[in-house]
């Protein structure tokens, strides 16, 4: 029995079903390409699969709408793939386990891949129906949108005839966004030297109980990073006990807050009461400073059984906890035209050890490109100056507002019709892949929109299947347009 058999629209719930069977997590796309691509040879529909796994599907106007101007359909389809510590599902292999909770579906110890599985479920139950009106569909569904938009960078859209586009991929209904900020990723090397331990003893240091969050749509609400708190409390500690670090690791998405947090530490035995007083101090100080916000918060302190021989030398103990307080992260400007929208930010999202260095993954993002570059020179001076260096990668464009969208005029006056109330025009700090599509397709009118989803990236992840179903028709009124 499938989980969501009863819910309405049928062949909407049917697909995102479908595709929660089928590991999809960034950088593991092979099976959920393949499905589309036989989705399309299954039903005669001409399809493209290009060596980056995107896929296009095309699938002709209804009868009547021959003459209407075409329209692209998009979506990605990666998910950020996240569980909770005690899941045992392997996200690169095993389904979700779907669940309903009175109006919302989530996965029971995952992410649930609303964002942006429901666009591709969207897509999948228009290209299978055979009663819907619509114009000429190019349906554009793009890989590991998640980690930088490589697909949408690497897609050939020469082929296509649309000018106008509907991205699926916002996450609040009543909101139309007509603007995103452009974005990059940067990673900070931190060469580290180790000797061999002495006696003593390990000890297990955590943060956690956090909030996370999208790192762009949910940056200005100020959680609390793992991996920030983690350094500044350790850094706060080696000021007045001395310890060795032995791992420090947190996060698992560079554009997801990080949730949790930990290190392993060598110290001397008669130094351990010292260490604990300390935490213990400075966990009842973060827990009043986030009172509002990270109700959950924990920082706690165990001895460890871990066999681990290699310590960090004293230097690079210093050197990492040093930059870890000093690297940039969260709301770096707010914009001055737009109220209340951030303009540029950095998130610190994954923190890793090896053997030679640590390395640091950060989410830049800006409205103004001069603004992104200014934040990775930050980081880069800063890595330079603890004797690292960084790399940057899955760079990004912004999607510039466009005054004059009839489709974003065509959006507004279809809304106001069927709801009677107006709907929301925005930006968003966070990336859509809207601006790499404009670049590839100049003219090209854009808007993104879709249903309420509720703590997307994040093991808290809810779908609002009332909200999915308003926005179903919403897309099928846009579509019967002439």
Known sequence: MRVLENLEPKKVYYYFEEICNIPHGSGNLDKISSYLAKFAEDRGLFYIRDASNNVIIIKEAAQGYETVEPIILQGHMDMVAVKKSDCDIDLK???????????????????????????????????????????????????????GMEGAAAIDLSMLKAKRMLNIDSEEEGILLTSCAGGMRTDCHIPIKTEERQSGILMDVTVGGLLGGHSGTEIHKEHANAIKL???TLQRILKKVPFRLVTINGGEKDNAIPREASAVIWIAQEQKEAFVSELTQIEAAEKNENKSKEKQLFIKASESDSQIAAVFDRDSTDRVLAFLVLLPNGVMAMSADIDGLVETSSNVGILKTDTVEVVASSAIRSAIETAKHKVNLQIDT????????????GEYPGWQFNPDSKLRADMVRIYKEMYGKDVKVEALHAGLECGIMIAKIPGLDCV?????????????????????SRMWEY???ILRQK
């Not at 309420?452 to 994040?458: E, G, K, N, Q």
């Open 93 to 147: 292999n095993d389904p979700l386990r779907l669940k309903i909770d009175g109006d919302d579906i989530y996965a029971e110890g995952t992410s649930l891949g609303g964002d942006d599985g429901i666009a591709v479920a969207y897509i999948l139950a228009i290209l299978d129906s055979d009663d819907i009106a619509h114009p000429r569909i190019e349906a554009v569904i793009t890989t590991d949108e998640e980690v």
């Open 230 to 232: 983690l350094g500044i």
């Open 382 to 393: 800063l890595a330079k100056a603890f004797g690292g260096y960084i790399e940057t990668h």
């Open 448 to 468: 993104s929109f879709g249903p309420d989803i509720f703590d997307i990236h994040t093991t808290e992840e809810r779908l609002s299947i009332s909200s999915t």
């Open 475 to 477: 897309l099928l009124e």
